[in-house]
């Protein structure tokens, strides 16, 4: 798992009034669209800012250079096997509205049994990174909190730009500290009872084919890997409720 994506809605109070029908939805105000991805430690691993408000997440998602490193071959490849099942792309947790891709991870609406409820109650969980994430930011830079007030778009992108990349240095300098809070053997599993595993995947000229639109977007990879991981959860932390 990368992380958490979720967008944000940053206000613009000093909107052209030419442009005030684009970027409000409804009878609200202007916004700014931000897309973000944040793990556990809040820390942004992507972020895409500056569309109009009236977009919601699938459209956003649609424009948004999330993928564009795995496409093109930049991103780190990675095998990890879930149940006996190996997969080669790494996945986000998301909400309801995303489509259900080989990369995207939804909770269970309405459980049927106890190990899809214990799978929604630990998806929701996780998924509230995102969400902390963009109170964090909002609550360390005042003008991310509160409505902008300047005129140019482009300026706008910046000062988000500068407080997204504060907040990960922020992140990075007290990240040394998490280790000294938590007990990390109570994460640590003996070899014979791992049900997951994560490799390295080096290059070679029968893997070295890129992903392509279709992989991103399998939905039988989706169900595949959500059925893994509803049993990877309730094999480990089934007996614990």
Not at 198 to 214: S, W
Request: glycine share 6%; charged share 25%.
């Amino acid at each position: 798992m990368v992380g958490s994506i979720d967008c944000m809605h940053w206000e613009w109070k000093n909107c052209p009034t030419a442009w005030k029908g684009q970027y409000t939805r409804g009878s609200g105000k202007p916004t700014i669209v931000l897309e973000a991805v944040a793990s556990q430690d809040l820390w942004i691993w992507h972020a895409f800012f500056g569309l109009p408000g009236t977009l919601n997440d699938i459209n956003v998602l649609d424009r948004s250079p999330v993928f564009d490193d795995i496409l093109e071959g930049r991103a780190p490849r990675v095998r990890y096997m879930v149940n006996g099942h190996m997969y080669k792309l790494a996945y986000y947790l998301t909400d309801g509205i995303y489509p259900k891709w080989s990369t995207f991870i939804q909770s269970i609406t309405l459980p049927q049994c106890p190990k899809q409820a214990l799978f929604a109650k630990w998806q929701e969980a996780a998924r509230k990174d995102v969400e902390r994430a963009f109170g964090v930011l909002q609550a360390r830079f005042a003008i991310v909190k509160n409505p902008v007030r300047t005129l140019d778009i482009e300026k706008i992108g910046k000062i988000m730009r500068a407080c997204i990349i504060l907040h990960n240095m922020i992140v990075e300098d007290e990240r040394d500290g998490y280790t000294n809070q938590v007990n990390i053997s109570d994460f640590q599993e003996g070899e014979s009872s791992r049900t997951s595993e994560v490799l390295n995947e080096i290059p070679t000229l029968f893997n070295d084919t890129f992903p392509d639109c279709n992989d991103l977007r399998d939905r039988q990879t989706h169900d595949r890997l959500k059925n893994d991981l509803i049993e990877n959860i309730w094999n480990k932390f089934g007996n614990q409720d």
